[in-house]
């Protein structure tokens, strides 16, 4: 079943051009990605008695931190409509002690689909829901004043629907906006539910007990007094979760999350050990072991109801500095079969991650100085200049890829930024002197310039 996006029916090359809007580069990791999502919709289409045999051929990203990595990762997942969730490997690390059950990730990435799927239905009954708010508000504007029980003369029906219609028709003309009225709306209660810190293995009995002791509690209401615009958005809110079938919102989303769930499982190096079998290292190699029969396939119990990961693609990335791939225990290394090196980010790069991407760090930060009424011109030097900068920072210290960018683009603009309210109506043009006097006294200090950039 494809999850009813119609991006879910791109071409390898059409991924690859949709991942092309937002990343520079990496086209490596991009095919790799975009052939993983294709046999996705190939599985979908095989004979079912073979469907079942066909697994995921999970990918392990290598490269440095901030060249696309989480980011590729990220949209595929959007482009798809497939629930996703990040997860840093390191969150495992001493389980029993400060670490997370592994099964949290299964249980984390089933919320999200829930969620969507949840989203998703609410959005279609949104105009019924509307309706019968309105039946609602008009009800409380005009109420019913004959005693409870009493047999009204059909008359006063009569006048009090007709009320009623012309009091929905100002409604509805927004002829009642500047109106205030006292609704009664439901409240979680706070602090009633006592805060649980499950051990190591017990997290899904937490999540019971909290559901078990919430459903004991009963729903309180206060009454508030809101605007007819807030209380109508109120109330439909209210209608449509009544009209949500969540039995049914929960089969499909575990559905989705079995057969089309992404797990990112970032900074898979971090729980490679050195092999001397001593130390810190055995609790990584038991995280690894953790992890495995997961990503090999088993059943993880969610508040939801079971959930199997055997087609869920799990995406592993690292930076592999001081491990290598081949370090992970074989298991865990024979279940991410597909490896894909992503290259450092050069200043041509940089100068592409500037102006290219539809989410661009320049039209960003000229769309924000916008709302001040602040024109802020780049002159393509000037980009050459924040590019180079970024670099030459990148080689001499730490490099941290294209997230160098944004604290050169802060500290360039730091001064327009705190200036920008009494700027209205201004154009200010970064040039390469403009930034040169904003970050030279920075670049020449080396060890100011490491604190800081």
């Known amino acids: 079943m494809d999850s009813g996006n119609p991006l879910t029916e791109l071409l390898p090359r059409q991924i690859v051009e949709e991942l092309d809007k937002y990343i520079i580069g990496q086209q490596e990791a991009k095919r790799s990605v975009a052939i993983a999502l294709r046999n996705r919709w190939r599985r979908q289409r095989v004979p079912e008695d073979l469907r079942e045999e066909i697994l995921p051929k999970n990918i392990t990203m290598i490269g440095p931190t901030g060249v696309g ?17 990040k997860v840093e490997a390191t969150k495992f690390t001493e389980v029993g002690y400060v670490g997370r059950d592994v099964e949290s990730m299964i249980r984390d990435l089933t919320e999200v689909g829930v969620s969507m799927v949840r989203k998703e239905n609410m959005a279609v009954v949104q105009d019924k829901a509307r309706r019968q708010a309105e039946d609602r508000l008009v009800e409380l504007l005009v109420p019913n004043q004959n005693p409870p029980g009493a047999e009204a003369p059909s008359m006063a029906d009569a006048q009090t629907e007709s009320t009623r219609e012309k009091f929905r028709a100002k409604l509805q ?52 007094k809101v605007s007819i615009p807030e209380a109508l958005d109120i109330l439909q809110q209210e209608e449509a979760e009544k009209l949500v079938d969540m039995d049914e919102v929960t089969q499909t989303a575990i559905h989705n999350v079995e057969q089309n769930g992404i797990v990112f499982l970032d900074e898979i190096d971090k729980i490679v050990g050195k092999g001397n079998g001593v130390g810190p290292d055995v609790s990584r190699e038991g995280v690894q072991r953790d992890i495995l029969p997961i990503v090999e396939g088993s059943t993880v119990n969610t508040k939801y109801g079971a959930v199997n990961t055997d087609h869920i693609l799990f995406i592993a990335a690292g930076a592999f500095h001081v491990a290598k791939p081949s370090d992970l225990i074989p298991e865990l290394q024979g279940r991410f079969p597909i490896r894909v090196e992503l290259q450092s980010l050069t200043q041509g ?30 002159t393509p030097d000037a980009i050459e200049e924040i590019a180079k900068i970024a670099s030459e920072v990148n080689s001499r210290g730490q490099n941290i890829g294209a997230r160098r960018l944004h604290t050169i683009m802060e500290k360039t603009l730091e001064e327009v930024s705190f200036e920008a309210p009494g700027l209205a109506g201004q154009t200010v043009q970064i040039t390469p002197k403009y930034i040169r006097d904003q970050l030279d006294r920075i670049l020449e200090d080396q060890d100011l310039s490491r604190f800081i950039l």
């Open 173 to 224: 003309a927004g002829e009642l906006d500047d109106r205030q009225i006292e609704i009664e709306v439901s409240e979680r209660p706070s602090g009633a539910v006592m805060e649980f810190f499950p051990v190591t293995g017990m997290e899904s009995m937490d999540i019971s007990m909290k559901d078990m002791l919430s459903s004991f509690m009963p729903k309180r209401h206060k009454k508030r």
């Open 349 to 378: 790069d940089f100068v592409r991650i500037l102006t290219e991407p539809k989410n661009a760090l320049i039209i960003q930060y000229v769309e924000l100085l916008k709302t001040e009424g602040v024109n802020l011109e780049f």
């Open 69 to 85: 990595k989480t980011e590729i990762a990220r949209r595929m997942a959007k482009l798809t409509g497939a629930p996703f969730i």
